[in-house]
């Protein structure tokens, strides 16, 4: 279960200036749910995402992801939260000098896993997301596509049980965007709570779900058929 | 397994970025060899300041003239056993007759009839006792003794020395001081320079939920083990110049072989513990301030 409960939140602009986002808010999204989080660019929705996993906190009011509140965690407790979040961003972010196994190896060794049970978790990863037969190759050797595939087996390698996704098809051509959210969404019905950020309403059209918007400070519920 | 992991990413690390790791290394091996330059200096000084103070810190006890041969060794020989005193000779009326011919050189024959000039005990003080005041004390002290004449040491001289040595003192530890901020300063910012190249590493292993120590320690074992290159380079090139000044400066004092390879064993455990302490403390404040967004 996630819930924001009477959240104000803002950020630093790049210009130095300091951005509300959203005052007062409070919504709750189910385990096993899915659900769009829509607004402009610039309207606050990477920031309700950070504040889940805890990269940025609440001017007032609290997140809860699981057990973990964001106004009571401790910076210890912080790494522990993010074992059972997965996040994918826009910029896939993975490790240039690295294999797609590699790269998704990595985030379990530096979990703390043994060697036998990397392998095994990093090949499923993989395979879930349709690209075991390119584990040798290094992320320059792969489509933007594809790059996005090993980011998102990097964070479900894990095991996590909400999956958390900034503008993941910000980078990519429709068709291959479209792919991808058909993974997401595939993800979703086996069990895995997805909170996605976009402005790319044709996506929310084509896979339609709970959509929350955020207008004048506020997150309200919209109908995805209005968009 | 967390270890091993820590390991094989901080080896793999050196590799995977050659040039970070070169300039890491070589900003180091700098660093070492200018304190370990300034430490071999400090030797070298610490061993003209302790020949100074023996040179200086001699004095000379005449015998009275009334004192028989037998009386007057026994004051050598209770000058021997004092606490302050590390060595002492004693020079007969005929060995002071002939160190003045000696010295004296032409001329020196008219003198030579007979023994004119007293027997006298030469002698060194310990090094801690080498101060104005001390020597005044002893010199009090001995003047009291029977059979002695007189008591004489060169204190003009080790006024001197003692104003030399504290000015060097000074501006030996002003330069030294100098000199290891910007050691510091040079090896701190150019490993910040190499861990902010490796940000994304830091931010796909704080995304994924490593703790805070697992994600130091590759680059405490990297940084560790760019000191140990570093120390053995700065180490090398310590011990070339040390030889080097050798043989251009053969008046050199010189270490024992054991300083010598003490030096040297330093110069690596420095370098280890200066790349650890200064990854710990870049990669600590990185990881603290990295955004994931």
């Known amino acids: 279960m996630i819930h924001f409960r009477n959240i104000t939140a803002s950020y630093t602009a790049p210009n130095g200036e300091r951005r509300v986002v959203v005052e007062e808010v409070s919504f709750d999204i189910e385990r096993a749910e899915m659900a769009y989080l829509i607004g402009p660019t610039g309207s606050g929705k990477s920031t309700l995402l950070r504040m889940l996993y805890m990269d940025h906190f609440p001017d007032k009011g609290a997140t809860q992801v699981g057990d973990y509140r964001s106004d009571q965690i401790s910076d210890s407790e912080i790494p522990y939260l993010r074992r059972e979040v997965g996040v994918v961003f826009q910029d896939f972010q993975l490790l240039p000098d690295r294999s797609a196994f590699d790269n998704v190896a990595f985030a379990l060794y530096a979990t703390g896993k043994r060697k036998k049970e990397v392998r095994k978790r990093t090949i499923k990863a993989l395979t879930r997301v349709g690209l075991n037969h390119k584990r040798t190759q290094f992320p320059h050797e792969l489509s933007g596509g594809e790059q996005q595939r090993v980011v998102i087996a990097r964070a479900i390698a894990n095991d996590p049980w909400v999956l958390l996704a900034d503008e993941p098809t910000g980078n990519l051509d429709p068709a291959v965007a479209s792919d991808i959210q058909g993974l997401l969404v595939d993800l979703h019905h086996q069990g895995m709570t997805l909170l996605m950020a976009t402005h790319d309403y044709r996506l929310v059209k084509e896979y339609p779900a709970r959509t929350l918007a955020i207008m004048n400070r506020q997150v309200v519920e919209v109908d995805p058929d209005t968009l | 397994m967390s270890l091993f992991f820590s390991i094989r990413e901080g080896i793999a690390n ?90 004296f050189g032409e001329g020196a024959e008219s003198f030579i009839d007979e023994p004119f000039l007293p027997a006298s005990v030469r002698l060194q003080v310990r090094a801690p006792f080498v101060q104005t005041d001390s020597l005044s004390q002893l010199q009090a002290d001995l003047q009291t003794w029977d059979h002695v004449d007189e ?38 910012n150019t ?85 650890w302490v200064g990854s710990f403390m870049a990669v600590r404040r990185f990881i603290n301030r990295v955004e994931l967004h």
């Open chain 2, 191 to 275: 490993i910040r320079l190499t861990i902010y190249a490796r940000r994304l590493l830091i931010r796909t292993m704080k995304l994924v939920g490593a703790t805070d120590g697992f994600i130091r320690r590759p680059f405490l074992v990297e940084g560790a083990l760019q000191g140990m290159l570093a120390g053995m380079l700065a180490g090398g090139g310590l011990w070339a110049l040390y030889r080097g000044a050798l043989s251009y400066f053969p008046q050199m004092a010189g270490l024992a072989p054991n300083i010598e390879w003490m030096l040297l064993g330093g110069t690596i455990i420095t370098g280890i513990v200066l790349g």
């Open chain 2, 151 to 188: 008591v004489v040491f060169n204190q003009p001289l080790l006024n001197t020395v003692q104003q030399n040595i504290r000015l060097a003192g000074s501006i030996g530890a002003a330069v030294g001081g100098i000199i290891l901020i910007a050691a510091l300063f040079l090896v701190g």
């Open chain 2, 14 to 103: 050196f590799r995977r970025a050659r040039f970070a790791a070169f300039a890491s290394t070589m900003a180091m091996a700098v660093a070492l060899l200018m304190l370990g330059t300034l430490a071999l200096l400090g030797l070298e000084a610490q061993q003209v300041l302790s020949w100074l103070q023996q040179r200086v810190g001699e004095m000379e006890v005449f015998v009275a003239e009334s004192a028989t041969e037998s009386e007057a060794e026994a004051l050598f020989s209770r000058i021997q056993t004092h606490p302050q005193v590390t060595s002492a000779e004693y020079i007969s009326k005929e060995q002071a007759q002939a160190i003045f011919q000696e010295e």
